[in-house]
């Protein structure tokens, strides 16, 4: 099992930046292995993906977010981290920390991210 605690939400300006993390406990080892990501989602709206970073390190991003967002992964201290740049209203959502290994899949409890104009 594997147990994913997000962190840093907050209320931020639009144009502001924010860092959020995501730290796992219990099985590292299953932390290392896997594929992680970020996810959000918006009121009234479906949960998508906002990046990914594979066991490897190569990452992606939807288009939305590309060019200000970056994910990262620290697997030394069981922790990813999403670096979020530029925000704008449209980025409004809570942010879900998701990690998958072979056919597992794990979820953390969300962080809520709030732009203000």
């Known amino acids: 099992q594997l147990y994913l605690q997000e962190s840093g939400g907050a209320l931020v300006q639009a144009g502001g930046s924010l860092g959020l993390s995501c730290t796992a406990s219990?099985?590292?080892?299953?932390?290392?292995?896997?594929?992680l990501a970020w996810y959000r989602q918006a009121p009234g709206k479906q949960r998508e993906v906002v990046a990914t970073?594979?066991?490897?390190?190569?990452?992606n991003y939807a288009d939305l977010v590309k060019g200000r967002f970056t994910i990262s992964r620290d697997n030394a201290k069981s922790k990813v981290s999403l670096q979020l740049d530029s925000l704008s209203n449209s980025d409004t959502a809570v942010y879900y920390c998701?990690?998958?290994?072979?056919?597992?899949?794990?979820w953390g409890q969300g962080t809520q991210v709030t732009v203000s104009s």
């Open positions: 998701y990690a998958r290994w072979m056919n597992y899949e794990y």
């Open positions: 219990e099985n590292d080892k299953i932390f290392e292995r896997s594929t």
């Open positions: 970073i594979s066991r490897d390190g190569v990452t």
